[in-house]
């Protein structure tokens, strides 16, 4: 070892070691173009310089990236002649490579803006680092110096192509003004890495992290593409690393795990749009898919969120979608379900991004808006301008100067036409996942004739095998909503197999009881974080410390070259005992992701987790301010000063737990209640199911038989028999809720059930209480006996109606979209399409004979059903497609009934005489959800549906805790998937009421008595309703206030924000301590 | 005119759910911007107290801006909508302390939008650089 000073500091390092590592070692920045940790110091660009002084001379100039450390010396990092000689250095530079960001920004640092030189506009400054890289790290010596003097320059051999480069682009990546190597290399350019996120549109590096925001949020080594893996050269990032991290050696390990239950959810395989060659993806550049468009249109895919297409990153004015690539075709007739949606959602968002002057087409056969909220996101985006065209076309051209295609179409009427796009999207349909049939031969599952594993109607996540789930695309194409609720349901059948074992792995962590610090001063311990480079490379954060301690209140500062390692977690514990500190900050990333680990830290340490604060000086500071450490560090202080500022106010705060009730509430008696209290029962959980009718079953009574030939009734009895069965499910038939009190955990409600009056205590709540019918008014409903309902129909088609074979020969009309789809109910019904196809093929069945029409607006035969949608047009069924503003009439001439409806394919009315006409009405939400939702304190839609937490995300609970949604009490839809629903909200509810007690969060509301006069202002903003305003006596007089149900808050803050007298604050987010964040950002620094 | 001496500060309340973390991916991802821009952590926008913002504006803050989820997307259902209703107020209120309208925005910046909030506070630096000091300014 050798001992040296610098600025005063003494060091020791080790023998025959440069001089820069050591001066950065102590977080001092030294400027270098250079120099590279994992390369041989080489002394170009002289940025380095530093004062050094031998003793017994005087001090000189030197490199310091390439001056061996001697015994003794003294060396000086900040005096006016370095300053000077480094500001001559980057003039100098700057002369010659003025177009270099790099050198244009030290430069700036040392006060040149211009050079009082003549600027040589070169692109290179001859600092090696290529040269280095390529003969050091990859063996090749590919590049090289030629010539002298100022001839000298950078080169391969004779310049030209030098077979000893293998075009890793290493050379590329570590010139440090940016320079292309393929100009001076090779005819090839580096070897590109797509971006496999970003569906190929970009590149990456061998080392990436995945995407921004993933879990874990870790960079991984590529073993296809690193080089040091592959041939034992670079290496260079195990060099970089400062947290050691790189480990070349780890292997893929095998482990076996013992489980009762499987859980399949292997997705699906977008369609591969190549085997579609009229479309010409992967000949035409601007030909791309909509998975691929979805990258584009992402702040954090390859263009920045900018919309720009592949062939010369121009912003298209014209965007055609060409929707059912890989769906409802010959091979694949099943409806992908979600392309209709995703097409109107990117043409949205595009029309948002770039407004009016962007033209979007989408070329649709029939729109399939049919979940909650599509039909009118759907007309959202006609009202936008997105245009929408009823056509397949059947190919793309490309104009090869432009780039730009052509596609030409038939309208319905049959005009043809032709479009220019400057760019057009295959909305690509979803077929079944890689490994399905490895699945299923490991599982023993049956696969359907396209690979997915279809289940059945009653059991939607089981497989054949018991024990085997399957959630999500793998059992039929769905969208997010479906796919969750199938994932919950999943986690509910498991649940029910399972429930003795839940919970019998998690291990509990134990800390030491915890430190009082009522009455204490305020003692804050500081801890400031290089994070390697990430920090400390641009930052001084030795002097950061320094300033820490100087604030008021902080007894204790260090830094760390990593603040979250397991050494600095000792130290930071040891620093909280020895210093007795009672506020610890720890000044490094963002508490979004490091936070809980501090936090526990500090508990070990005996205190209060919420004691703690952290300043995110890397995430908000030196990552975004890379280029000014002057300024980065003086806002570092900023941010440090910010959050003493803060941390002095801070309290203990407590999860407190309360016990509750492990009993669920079921309302409603329907598949959906039934499926969910048999779930929850078979849990182990007493239910209570209340049914508003005197019998069980619901809507589904009404159900006479199914599109796959399952016998609906027989199945419901059977359900309705085990549940009258099961011990644990207590039956009130004839109920009516009288009110329900209390909140997440112990909820108390009141009912009526054949006039006897109940009250039961239950920690959840669970809504299936179902819909109705539409009862129309339309097409002389009610006034002929032949004009009839779907349902009424199938009721009349299960007592024998066409039965008989000697009948003459019908004439059926169907009229779709009854009380769907209109002014007054805007929403799509989403199930009348498949039960009019239904009720169609059974009528085709008993009288092949009869005279079929459906007059549609759009058949929203969704996933599997599509195949009925095609036999029905076998089977010679006739569809005719109506317009919303050309509804059909209906007369009655003579006692004869009479359709009339234009034709947009014949281009004419046509006139039907029908022996029946069929209404397929919608489906409406009950009267009385209005009285349950206000009973419950939740929302409903504008349509009068109940209004889950989120749509997409959280489809069965309530923003409500304890309160869940399943059945068409939520929207319209089939069986199975009321069925996936009432399993969902089961599992929902069982993840509350598994536990014995519920902990409350702590960073909720509280209520200043003294301050609040009860004008409860605060009261209605609450989007929990948690807050009531209550009087009591105090001095003799009535007083005022609020109070706050610590179940219900979740410490939002609308109420601390709305009072006008400081009466009600979040805590450790007061407006005091609020203020004392403002009041120290605004004090300025020395 | 731009006054280049002039070096504002920028209080920024960012919610915690998404406006911070979107400040979060501008670091992650190197977007650089000016140093101008302090963030305070909030849970929700709806939490920002229009006193807070006045008290920062009066007290030598050259701007003040709120971010928060985009409507619809609150951690907390609505209160991104509670802070928009009372951004109106804090423009009314700013009038009778003379301060610049300018000086205070809202703006919504999910968690996944590092560039859009790295876009937003240079061109709020770039504007409050134009306006110039805030009178309050000792």
Known sequence: MVTLIINNQKIEVEEGTYLLPAIESLGIKVPTLCYHKALMPYGACRLCVVEVQVPGRDSSLQASCSYPIINGINVFTNTERIFRARKVVAELLLARCPDSEAIINIAAEYGVKEPRIKKKYEDCFLCGLCVRMCEERMGRSAIGFTGRGSRRKQETPYGKHNVMCWTCGACNFICPVGKKVQSFTIDTIPISIPDSFNMGLNERKPVSVLYPQAIPNKPAIDNNTCLHLNYDVCGICKVVCEAKAIDYEQKEQKSELNVGAVILSPGYNPFNPELKPDYGYGKFKNVITALEFERILSASGPFQGKILRPSDKTDPEKIAWIQCVGSRDYERDYCSAVCCMYATKEAIIAKEHEGEKLKCDIFYMDMRAFSKGFEEYYIRAQKLGVNYIRCRPLSIKEIPETNNLIIDYLTENDRKLSGEYELVILSTGLTAPGQAKKLAEEFSLELNKYDFCETSSFAPVDSPKEGVFVTGVFTEPKDIPESVMQGSAAAARTLSLLFTEKGKLVKKKVYPPEKDITGEEPRVGIFVCHCGKNIGGVINVPEVVEYARTLPDVVYAEDNLYTCSAESGEKIKQAIKEHNLNRVIVASCTPRTHEPLFQSIIQEAGLNPYLFEMANIRDQCTWVHMHEPKLALQKAKDLVRMAVAKARFLEPLYNRKVKISRDALVIGGGVSGITSALNLAEQSFEVYLLEKRDTLGGNFMKVKFMLNGDDPQKKLNSLINKVKHHPKIHIYTNSQIVKIDGSVGNFSTEFKSDDNVHTVNHGVVIVATGAEDYKPTEYLYGQDKNVITQTELEEKLANGYLQTTNHKQQTVVMIQCVGSRDEKRPYCSRICCQQAIKNALMIKEKSPDTNLFILYRDIRTYGFNEGYYTKAREKDVRFIAYDADKKPEVEKINGQLKVSVYDPVLNAKVNIKTDLLILSTGVIPRDDAKDLAQKLKVPLTSDGFFLEAHMKLRPVDFATDGVFLCGLAHFPKTVDESIAQALAASSRASTIISKEEIELAAVISNVVDENCDGCAYCIDPCPYKALTLFEYMREGSIKKTVEVDELKCKGCGTCMATCPKKGIYVRNFKLEHIAAQIAAALQTVE | ?138
């Open chain 2, 1 to 138: 005119m731009t006054n280049t001496n002039f070096d504002p500060i920028i209080l920024s309340f960012c919610c915690n759910w998404c406006s911070y973390a979107g400040a979060d991916l501008a670091g992650i991802s190197r977007l650089q911007y000016p140093t101008n821009v302090r963030i305070i952590r909030v849970m929700c926008s709806g939490m920002v107290h229009p006193n807070l913002v006045i008290d920062a504006l009066t007290k030598g803050a050259d701007g003040v801006i709120i971010c928060g989820c985009h409507i619809g997307d609150c951690h907390y259902l609505e209160g991104n909508l509670k802070a928009q209703s009372r951004a109106e107020a804090i423009k009314l209120m700013l009038q009778d302390f003379g301060i610049e309208d300018e000086r205070f925005r809202i703006e919504w910046i999910s968690a996944s939008e590092g560039p859009r909030f790295a876009q937003v506070m240079k061109d709020f630096t770039e504007e409050i650089k134009k306006i110039g000091p805030s009178p309050y300014k000792v």
